[in-house]
């Protein structure tokens, strides 16, 4: 393979009744004077500068994994809560219901009634195709931390008495409270029904 002629700067500077410098010599030569130029110093600061960003590299991405183990709390606990609560209930309907509620917890009934955690269980298993959801539009935590509440919409579906599925919308509020245990549990639901806001 034919080689590429040296540049022709170094042509022109070449010292004259000298032997030529070989091309590779030119080249070693050039790199030489460019370190020289730079000092030793330039190249450890690039040097000391590599563990710096590493471990700015490390922080950022080892941070936001601490960040997720870290326990919720305050309104992002309470929505954390209703989401479960919500999932649970549309796997396995009135049967989960009940498990939220704390032992002296009640139901306020819309256009009735209160209803306790006993009298709840005795409510007959709702009936196929029955599903109830909702979404949470505010949640609160008291400064003491053992008390807070949500409030927002549910969609009640059911059938009618021609055996159609009908859905029912509505606002509701849940009342959380932190039991002995530690765990948390509905003291408080209640709901009312309100038209369908797509037909608005």
């Not at 590779?24 to 130029?37: H, K, S």
């Not at 030793?40 to 490390?58: C, N």
């Not at 819309?110 to 269980?121: I, Q």
């Amino acid at each position: 393979m034919a080689r590429a002629p040296p540049p022709a700067c170094w042509q022109r500077n070449k010292p004259r009744g000298k032997p030529q410098l070989s091309r590779d010599n030119f080249i070693a030569n050039r790199t030489l004077a460019t370190c020289r130029r730079s000092g030793p110093g330039k190249v450890m600061k690039r040097i000391s500068t590599a563990p710096l960003f590493l471990l700015l590299f490390l922080a950022a991405v080892i941070s936001p994994a601490k960040d997720q183990n870290k326990p919720l709390t305050g309104p992002d606990l309470l929505r954390q809560l209703e989401a479960g609560f919500a999932a649970d209930v549309a796997k396995h309907g009135h049967d989960a219901f009940l498990t939220y509620f704390a032992d002296d917890g009640v139901e306020v009934v819309d256009g009735g009634g209160f209803n306790t955690k006993e009298e709840m269980r005795k409510q007959p298993p709702w009936p196929e195709g029955t599903t109830l959801t909702w979404t949470p539009v505010k949640a609160e935590m008291a400064a003491s931390g053992d008390l807070g509440y949500t409030y927002g919409n549910y969609v009640y579906t059911a059938k009618n008495k021609d055996g159609k599925l009908v859905a029912n919308h509505g606002k509701y509020t849940s009342i959380w409270k932190k039991q002995k245990d530690g765990q948390w549990k509905v003291v408080v639901d209640m709901g009312n029904s309100s038209p369908d806001p797509k037909a608005k």
